[in-house]
């Protein structure tokens, strides 16, 4: 029998670190749990980058999470890109290592981007295969989170579901389970994200993920740029009441607000954890057969909706960098 | 059947085509083929919101690292060099930092840019800023061990400069530039910053404290250390530096110890290596 969680920490609430918070977080030291870092912005040798990761190593534990990877594209994971990984997760002493189901290029060309994969007997062939492999070579426990995703595969003979649980079992890896990307995804593709959450495999996820999104009508465009919604909350409780109590991170990577905003939404999922953790050790459930109907429609797209189009509605992080130079000239401080 | 390394490759190609796909008809059939739609997107539209998102995040990232240039250009113009660059140079490395790598010499090799050499020079300055920001740290070097080089030494002796630091030749002023057109861009100022007059100069930029500096140099003194960043021992860099320079090299040589003075107070050199 799998070990819940695969018998990685609970790590309590964190949030995804972001430049705007850097002064603030690291003089203040308000209490979190974890914060989590986007591998990529700091597998540089030095330099800004290093000295802040240096300050968020001080301050909180900190978890390790890529965009980049492209674990399922046409070719092979970068053997460079795969040590720096390394180096950095001996650095950051992250409990666990994560990144997406997707692809991220082909070619030779990087896309920078969380492409969907086809779900497919052969991809989870190849994405299990590459998963070992990785985390042999990182040397750390390894995890893939859902991706969000605005198209469809014809090819695609499995449920999204399906395809992560396949992978994860056979790799014996970890999932990150995005619950607001659950919310996306089923919404862009006519599907139930509550048989989403029921089906894939609780024992294996590590870490969770919440964040907002923006709703074009005919889509939504996962911005990561607000306030989690209250059927997303609904679906963290009903996740959390299935898995216990799992590591759980506020991303809010664009329209960044002051700390306290960001610090408030943490609150709020620790709030809402505790209470899905209170009604799982009484053994019920905080969801009624009401509120889950609430939650699939609103995760239905209204009939009839038109406005096609993302009219520059930018996908949000985990992106944001911190490389805007800051020179001796400009009166900017130095962190 | 087409495989899924077959079908990425053949989606990755779209994804950076400059135009809108819905508009595309060998998209549209791509999408038609091999995507699924629904009820209110259609493949191509599907498919299209990542094409879009290509260009949003890369145009992003570019215009975090090149400021100056698209002020110069102005946002019309500044949209079709990028659109350009991202179609002709494709992001190759996970690390969208690198992005902008190929930058200077696209524009470079622009024909009929307008102000083209004050593009260049911005673009290299932007390009150098990317480079010493996320460069190694190294310590400095330890004044006692440069005491300790012997004086027959110096002549064969390598000097290891810091990775934080980048040397640039300027056809104008685009570090005054740079200042003003970032201060316009926050202030949301509407009329346009005046474009400068020629004014070469040779600059070191310099990562120090976690910020960067520009170090304007007397020529003697950068071809110098153009000459040593190059591995040339010091004896060579000298005459080297005299000859580009167009100084005899016994001038040079009486530059030398107030360079190295400066030089080692800035940290633009790590380690001296004796030759053999």
């Known amino acids: ?335 | 059947m087409t495989s899924a390394a077959e079908l990425q490759q053949r989606m990755a190609a779209f994804l950076r085509r400059p135009r809108d796909l819905a508009k595309d008809e060998e998209a549209r059939r791509f999408a038609e083929t091999h995507l699924g739609g629904n009820a209110r997107l259609s493949p191509v539209e599907q498919l299209e919101i990542y094409r879009e998102q290509f260009f949003l995040r890369h145009t992003d990232s570019l215009v975090e690292d090149f400021p100056g240039v698209g002020g110069i250009l102005g946002q019309a113009a500044w949209d079709e060099l990028v659109w350009a660059y991202l179609a002709t140079v494709p992001p190759t490395s996970y690390d969208l930092a690198e992005l902008g790598v190929g930058l200077p010499d696209f524009i470079a090799s622009r024909e009929g840019l307008e102000r083209r050499e004050l593009l260049v020079d911005m673009a290299t300055l932007e390009w150098n800023h990317v480079l010493v920001f996320s460069a190694p740290d190294r310590a400095r070097l330890d004044p006692a061990k440069l005491a300790s080089v012997p004086e027959r030494a110096w002549e064969r002796a390598r000097l290891e400069p810091d990775p934080g630091l980048r040397l640039q030749r300027v056809r104008y002023p685009v570090v005054a530039l740079r200042r003003e057109l970032v201060a316009a861009r926050d202030d949301e100022r509407s009329e346009p910053v005046p474009l400068p007059e020629p004014l070469p100069a040779c600059l070191a930029v310099h990562r120090r404290e976690r910020l960067i500096h520009h170090d304007v140099l007397e020529a003697p003194a950068f071809e110098l250390l153009r000459a040593i960043t190059a591995g040339e021992p010091l004896g060579r860099a000298c005459e080297t530096a005299a000859a580009r320079a167009g100084v005899a090299l016994e001038e040079l040589g009486r530059g030398l110890e107030g360079w190295f003075g400066d030089w080692a107070a800035r940290g633009y050199v790590v380690d001296v290596m004796l030759g053999d």
């Open chain 1, 1 to 335: 029998m799998t070990a819940a969680r695969l018998g990685l920490p609970d790590l309590g609430v964190g949030v995804g670190l972001r430049v705007p918070h850097y002064r603030r977080l690291f003089a203040e030291r308000p209490p979190l749990d974890f914060v989590e870092i986007i591998s990529e912005n700091f597998m540089g040798a030095g330099g800004r980058p290093r000295y802040h990761l240096e300050r968020a190593l001080e301050t909180y534990p900190v978890v390790q999470h890529g965009v980049s990877l492209g674990i399922g594209g046409p070719d092979e994971p970068s053997a460079t890109y795969l040590a720096r990984l390394r180096e950095l997760a001996a650095l950051t002493k992250s409990p666990w290592v994560s990144d997406h189901f997707c692809w991220c290029g082909a070619g030779g060309a990087h896309l920078h981007d969380l492409l969907p994969l086809p779900f497919t007997p052969e991809l989870v062939r190849t994405v299990a295969d590459r998963a070992r492999r990785i985390e042999d070579a990182l040397g750390v426990p390894f995890a893939l989170e859902n991706a969000s995703s605005y198209l469809t595969y014809k090819g695609s003979v499995l449920a999204e579901w399906e395809f992560i649980a396949e992978i994860a079992e056979r790799a014996n890896i970890g999932l990150l389970f995005d619950v607001n990307n659950v919310f996306v995804t089923a919404y862009n593709h006519d599907l139930d994200p509550v048989e989403f959450v029921r089906r894939v495999p609780h024992e294996r996820i590590v870490q969770i993920h919440l964040a907002g999104h923006k709703n074009l009508g005919t889509h939504i465009i996962d911005t990561h740029d607000g306030h989690v919604i209250e059927p997303v909350w609904d679906l963290y409780r009903m996740t959390i009441e299935r898995t216990g109590p799992v590591s759980t991170l506020i991303e809010w990577d664009d329209q960044i607000p002051e700390v306290e905003v960001l610090l408030a939404e943490a609150e709020r999922a620790k709030a809402e954890r505790d209470r899905a953790l209170t009604a799982r050790a009484a053994g019920i459930s905080t969801l009624d057969a009401e509120t889950l109907q609430a939650v699939r429609d609103a995760a239905r797209a209204p009939a009839g909706t038109t406005t096609a189009r993302s009219h520059g509605t930018r996908q949000g992080g985990p992106r944001e960098s911190e490389r805007g130079a800051r020179t001796a000239d400009s009166t900017e401080a130095a962190e």
